[in-house]
């Protein structure tokens, strides 16, 4: 495995980090700023646009999509510290329109999608002008288990009557969210992993009702937000399903494969923040006679810190090249660890960094306290550690089951 990067990576490496010395960064408060005054959260502040539009102009724009005339053609190994470096800040994502949950609707378009949906559809969302949501998980049972679900779908002529009760469609708050990838039941007495479906779900069709939206340890996560959404009886065009009927469960591995790897190395991006305010703070401080730099817990937090980042993107870029090569299926025993090691790590890393920083770390004026919380999600969005083991120690036990063990000791 060589994970050297190209020439052209770290052309767009330079660019990044050049963009968010220059725009990301000293914008961040005015973002909070402007979001505070407006009437309504959910609007896009005016930096958030201006921003985007600077992007544009910069060509750092829709960088994700491997294999896809629709993306600027880089490989999953190729995006990784680009998706770190925009994990470094909670707006950045969408500046550059590489936003959970857009990336992986489109890249469940640009995959399954036909060419009318991808002309209503993905291509607005590839310019910016829309935004989506993702409509799987559901209050009423333990959606860690899709096949859980209890949304239906149902065939009726030329129509699908769409029924069930959602909740963390992560940017339904946005008043550009225009469709949900709802999930749901269109053949209950099917084979297992088959009686799913996914259908694409206007946001303004009849009987689409955004109950409330969900705060996260406080934070509202405005103008992005988190709904909880109910379907009554809406109807869509059968022209709509994604794939084909009982293809949901297929989609939804696709899916959450590529999703699962971008939330990683966003964490890991936001574990270097974290990592570079502990170090700088320890040298405009000092207790008990002496600098923080100096102090001997500070230096095994850092040097901790810094083991832990490394291993966590080691893996990530080792199933970012497995993804590549072997495919998203092979590769999903790493994807698995990878979703277990960099949450855990990150929590660590931001961690440690609010205990340096004190009253301060908890506050507004760092990203600590707000990035700690969206990360804490990660250990259960996307499935939660526990289901990642399992699928890590099963796939270690495959290996034993045509061994002998009379020789075992």
Not at 110 to 135: A, D
Request: hydrophobic share 35%.
């Amino acid at each position: 495995m060589n994970f050297d990067y190209s020439d052209r990576v770290k052309e767009l490496q330079a660019k990044l980090e050049r963009f968010m010395d220059e725009h990301i960064y000293p914008n961040e408060r005015v973002f909070a700023e402007q979001l505070a005054e407006q009437e309504c959260r959910w609007f896009n502040p005016p930096i958030l646009e201006e921003l985007k539009e600077k992007a544009k102009q910069e060509g750092l724009w829709n960088l994700f999509l491997p294999k896809s005339e629709y993306g600027a053609g880089l490989t999953n190994l190729e995006y990784a510290p680009l998706c770190e470096i925009m994990g470094r800040s909670s707006i950045a994502p969408e500046v550059f329109n590489c936003n959970a949950p857009d990336t992986g609707n489109m890249e469940i378009l640009e995959r399954y999608g036909t060419e009318k949906q991808k002309e209503n559809w993905l291509k607005p969302l590839l310019r910016g002008e829309i935004r989506s949501c993702f409509s799987m998980t559901e209050p009423d049972v333990a959606s860690s288990d899709a096949t859980n679900i209890r949304g239906s779908i149902v065939r009726d002529g030329d129509e699908y009557v769409i029924n069930g009760h959602k909740w963390w469609s992560s940017g339904a708050g946005d008043p550009r969210c225009k469709f949900s990838i709802f999930m749901g039941k269109s053949n209950p007495n099917g084979p297992k992993y088959e009686q799913q479906s996914m259908i694409i779900v206007p946001l303004d069709a009849p009987g689409v009702h955004i109950k409330r939206m969900l705060p996260v340890f406080g934070y509202d996560h405005a103008p992005h937000g988190h709904a909880e959404i109910e379907f009554n009886n809406v109807r869509v065009p059968a022209s709509n399903i994604l794939w084909e009927e009982g293809k949901g469960f297929a989609i939804a591995q696709g899916r959450l494969g590529p999703g699962r790897i971008h939330h990683c190395m966003r964490t890991i991006g936001a574990a270097e923040r974290a990592l570079d305010i502990i170090c700088k703070r320890i040298h405009e401080r000092e207790t008990f006679g002496k600098p923080l730099k100096d102090q001997g817990v500070i230096q095994e937090w850092i040097a901790d810190s810094r083991i832990e980042i490394e291993q966590a993107r080691l893996l990530t870029l080792k199933a970012a090249y497995m993804m590549d090569t072997v495919g998203n299926k092979e590769a999903k025993t790493e994807i698995a660890m990878i979703k277990v090691v960099a949450p855990n790590m990150a929590l660590n890393v931001i961690d440690r960094a609010i205990q340096v920083l004190g009253a301060a770390g908890v506050s507004e004026d760092f990203p600590l306290a707000s990035s700690y919380a969206s990360i804490r999600t990660l250990r259960i969005a996307d499935g939660p550690d526990e289901v990642h083991r399992r699928t890590i120690a099963r796939q270690e036990l495959k290996k034993y089951q045509k061994r002998s063990f009379s020789h075992a000791r």
